[in-house]
């Protein structure tokens, strides 16, 4: 398996493992660590901590709403996408596939022009997440970001302002960051990327089209 250098920061790892985050996110998050043992072993110890917190607050008298508010995180914490060991052969580690209904063969794809393709997956409304499909050596227009977006690469490579990202590097930009994410030559570059903000796009084209192919 090809080495990962880009990783998930403490605070996705923690709102994953408290279950905050949006499902889109969620589900960005689970797929990284089903292809990652560092982050895997990180979320564990988060889990770890979290659990001690809880056993403390065994002792304080919960207020009803407290217990609410707790009922209501754990229920969020188990209804997100769980990371697991990928199944061998397959790209989309599994689950991924439970959103698609299997491996890649099972994505409906729709072109965005420029042999560039994507497929949306239903979540929740907080965030979009989409698999993005970039022939070989092809360039994703120039934009910047008013919210996060996290780029999880799940087949080929891409390179942009920020480096190299192959298969299970994750790349989490935000307002700070305007890139070009260019496709490696070779193999076409399959991405999952989930958003919580429309991209901001600086040539005027991309802008033309951005309300009809709705990124
Ligand atoms: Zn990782
Ligand atoms: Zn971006």
């Known amino acids: 398996m090809e080495q990962i250098k880009h990783h998930l920061t403490d605070s996705l790892l923690m709102g994953y493992a408290s279950g905050n985050l949006p499902e889109a996110f969620s589900l960005v998050v689970a797929t990284h660590i089903s292809l990652c043992d560092e982050c895997r072993a990180r979320l564990a ?3 770890a901590v979290g659990g001690a917190l809880i056993d ?3 002792t304080v008298e919960m207020t009803e709403n407290a217990l609410n508010a707790t009922l209501e995180l754990i229920a969020r914490a188990s209804s997100a996408p769980k990371p697991s060991t990928p199944t061998k052969g397959a790209v989309l580690p599994s689950p991924l596939q439970g959103y698609v209904g299997g491996d890649l063969d099972s994505v409906r794809w729709r072109n965005l022009g ?5 497929a949306v997956l239903k979540t929740s409304s907080q965030a979009t997440v989409r698999l993005l499909q ?3 050596g092809a360039a994703m227009p120039d934009h ?3 919210g996060t977006e996290l780029t999880l690469v799940l087949k080929g490579a891409f390179q942009d302002e920020d480096g190299r990202f192959g298969r299970g590097d994750i790349e989490i930009a935000n307002e700070d960051l305007h890139h070009t994410p ?5 193999d076409v570059c399959i991405c999952l990327a989930a958003t919580d903000a429309p991209l901001r796009f600086r040539r005027l084209i991309p802008r033309i089209a951005q309300p009809f192919i709705g990124i």
Request: proline fraction near 5%; glycine fraction near 18%; aromatic fraction near 4%.
């Open 56 to 58: 403390e607050d065994d």
């Open 182 to 186: 260019i496709a490696e030559e070779g």
């Open 45 to 47: 110890s988060f889990d």
């Open 144 to 146: 910047g970001h008013n």
């Open 114 to 118: 420029g042999g560039v393709k994507h």
């Open 134 to 136: 970039i022939p070989a």
